[in-house]
Structure formats: C-alpha cells, structure tokens
C-alpha cells in the first residue's frame, strides 16, 4: 500500500515563496511517475506538476517558470517549490502518483494572501 505524506504548507504573502515536501512508503519509489495536485474550495483537483522517474519535469500553465519540482529517490521524497506565489495559488496541495493516483493523503494548506 502505497502512504504519501504531504507537509510544508502555510500562510505567506503574495510574492513570497514556500517549499512543500511528499514523504513516500514503497520501495518501488524511484520508479514512480509523480505529481502534485491542487484543490481549491469549489474547484476540481487539478495537476499541477509532474516528475519521472528519470527526472523530467511537467508543469501546468499557470505555475510554469515559478513552480519547480524536484525528487530524492534516496530519501522517497518528491518537492515542490514554489515562488512568485499569488493569492489564486491558495489551495491543498496533494502528492500522488501519476497518471492514476493512489488514494489521497490529508494534503498540505497553502494560504497565499496580505
């Protein structure tokens, strides 16, 4: 059974920049394609990033060239940092794989406002 444990999240100004972290169980970590998603209230959890196992890298429009996601397959822990945040990046933020998720962590807040 696949365990993803996202943490980092919290509330920053508009501008400012934050690092999320996904701690995974599994030994078969590295060979995993993963992503991180989002969900804002009201909206349908949308992705936000990929990484694979080889290490390229996928980004959603909106986040791109402000957003980079990075993984340790040493550590099973996947990245995601975050710049230049805006107040339309607030959301949870989840870890899973991809394209077909596992079931869902508690995901991390992500609060961007002044």
């Known amino acids: 059974q696949v365990q993803l444990v996202e943490s980092g999240g919290g509330l920053v100004q508009p501008g400012g920049s934050l690092r999320l972290s996904c701690a995974a169980s599994g030994s078969i970590f590295r060979v995993w394609v993963l992503a991180w998603y989002r969900q804002s209230p009201g909206k349908q959890r949308d992705r936000v990033a990929t990484?694979?196992?080889?290490?390229?890298?996928n980004y959603a429009d909106s986040v791109k060239g402000r957003f980079t996601i990075s993984r340790d397959n040493a550590k099973n822990t996947m990245y995601l940092q975050m710049n230049s945040l805006k107040p339309e990046d607030t959301a949870v933020y989840y870890c899973?794989?991809?394209?077909?998720?596992?079931?869902w962590g508690q995901g991390t807040q992500v609060t961007v406002s002044s």
């Open positions: 990484i694979t196992n080889g290490g390229g890298t």
């Open positions: 899973n794989t991809w394209p077909i998720p596992n079931s």
